[in-house]
């Protein structure tokens, strides 16, 4: 697999850990003795996504992105790495630890405890927010490159 | 099976477990925000996070999990996993807003 590719999983996986979280939202606001069961299993694929999300994402960071840096910040896009790039590899331990924590809120007896509902219902929203953040913010990144390469070749 | 149940549990409660590591999580996002101000203004840190796992952001995400785990395991200990599903989520929300908001505005000004 080339490396193009594996980045092209990071933000694959982000999406699907987000939708399993919205996934998780609705299924809350529902909740049943019949979907308890999906709701649990929906969280912990989404914590997984996630994972998967930063274990790819950051072997790409670590090995690979110090090109892609290089490039950027001799292009005019430069607050794409000092800015979006910085924060987001920042802010990415926080949805990591929100997907790592709904799998454990999803385990609480949604059914029952109101109080468990109402936290897998902020968790998994904090989730889908954040993710969409760290979309945009790789959508900043990978421009930051376009443009810097193509002030280059004009 | 419902690891978090017990019997002091009542409908506010969000569940031991569940309380104690989103106390941990709402503790690790701002450890997570001084961290990053400490590495990015003190070189020593930056470079000592360096050594120890061979990448900075390696040992940062490091450090954020075990404050995040051993946190919780602490906190599932303690009176404090037994506070309402109201205290939790502001703190939970809290948290992620304000070490949010730090990282941001750091990045900002920086």
Sequence with gaps: MSKEMLLMLHPTFG?????????????????????????????????????????????????????????????????????????????F??????????????????????????????VSGLVVLSALAMEGAGAFISMGVKVALLAKTL | ????????????????TATAFGLSYAVACLFNAVVVILKETIPAVHDGMAALAGHHWVAHGLLDLIVFVVLGFVFARTSLAHMSAKALITNVVGAT???????????TLA
């Design chain 1, 93 to 122: 331990f926080l949805v990591l630890m929100l997907a790592t924590l709904l799998v454990i809120a999803v385990q609480s007896n949604l059914a029952r405890l109101s109080g468990a509902r109402n936290l897998v219902l902020w």
């Design chain 2, 97 to 107: 807003v304000l070490g949010g908001l730090i990282i941001v505005g750091f990045f």
């Design chain 1, 15 to 91: 999406i699907l850990a987000m939708i399993a979280a919205i996934w998780v939202f609705v299924d809350t606001l529902n909740v049943s003795d019949a979907n308890v069961g999906r709701i649990r299993s929906m969280g912990v694929l989404c914590a997984v996504l996630m994972w998967l999300t930063y274990i790819v994402g950051g072997y790409w960071y670590v090995v690979n992105y110090g090109v892609d840096k290089a490039i950027i910040k001799a292009g005019p896009w430069g607050f794409s790495h000092s800015f979006f790039m910085e924060t987001k590899e920042h802010l």
């Design chain 2, 1 to 16: 099976m419902d690891i978090t149940q017990s019997t002091h549990e009542n409908s506010d409660s969000a569940g031991v």
